[in-house]
């Protein structure tokens, strides 16, 4: 049995048993691809940064599959290696990627809307939980999300969202623990790129299916603990 079919058993015993189990997403490379949204940022730093480098206009041509972790990687690849341009692109992505108007360029992981379905309809309660901001990002990320297809406003969906951007990812899913507990379910499953924060997840539910997302993550991210189950997407 594969593990998307072992946690959809494991939702459907909890049902059996009169409880409501948990399956907690993040979203960002996890649930949907952001390569689309870099690509689009790139190409809009093109069309305004084309004087800091002759580089840069080629940005113009970038496409998803050439996003990395870095944006800039994309820039290097073009052959600049001046680091106030590259620099110039990063503060240029932070500002659009953080803005909720760029997430109409989100898609999918293959398969995520199908089993984040799944797990809806085998009766658990989807728990979103995201290190998007509410002020910037939270109803564009409502529209989005529904959108795509995923659970949103059937009942037994719950999207957690940053009170503010300032608060850093990790503290505040570690914040958003005691949230996920409160809903008086079993957490069956957790799925997240950052092994760090899936690290995390194994602490505080160690009862769960945990499952690091193998899309990007930052190459100097902690060392994923051996009980991370691993797959690159919703397909297998």
């Given amino acids: 049995m594969g593990v998307l079919d072992a946690i959809l058993e494991r939702i459907r015993e909890e049902r059996a048993a009169e409880r409501l189990p948990i399956v907690l997403f993040d979203v960002d490379s996890t649930l949907v691809s952001t ?3 870099n690509a689009a940022i790139a190409r809009e730093f093109a069309a305004v ?3 800091l480098h002759p580089a840069v206009e080629r940005l113009a041509d970038c496409q998803p599959d050439e996003m990395g972790w870095l944006v800039s990687d994309a820039l290097r690849a073009r052959g600049c290696e001046d680091e106030a341009v590259l620099e110039a692109l990063m503060d240029f992505w932070f500002t659009r990627f953080f803005a909720g108007d760029t997430l109409v360029h989100d898609v999918e992981v293959p398969g995520a809307v199908a089993f984040a379905r799944a797990v809806h309809d085998a009766g658990a309660l989807v728990y979103y939980l995201t290190g998007r901001d509410a002020p910037n990002m939270g109803a564009q990320t409502v529209e ?6 995923f659970p949103l406003w059937r009942g037994r969906v719950v999207l957690h ?3 503010t951007r ?22 069956v499953a957790c799925f997240e790129n950052d092994p760090g924060n899936a690290n995390l997840f194994v602490e505080a539910f160690p009862d769960a299916i945990h499952v690091w997302m193998q899309t990007e993550c930052a190459p100097d991210a902690d060392a994923p603990r051996p009980e991370l189950l691993r797959i690159a997407d919703f397909t297998g």
């Fill in 35 to 37: 390569k689309p949204r």
């Fill in 49 to 51: 940064g084309a004087h």
């Fill in 144 to 149: 989005s999300l529904g959108k795509l297809g």
């Fill in 161 to 163: 969202l940053k009170p």
């Fill in 166 to 187: 300032a608060i850093g990812d990790r503290a505040y899913k570690a914040g958003a623990v005691d949230d996920v507990r409160s809903h008086l379910g079993p957490v």
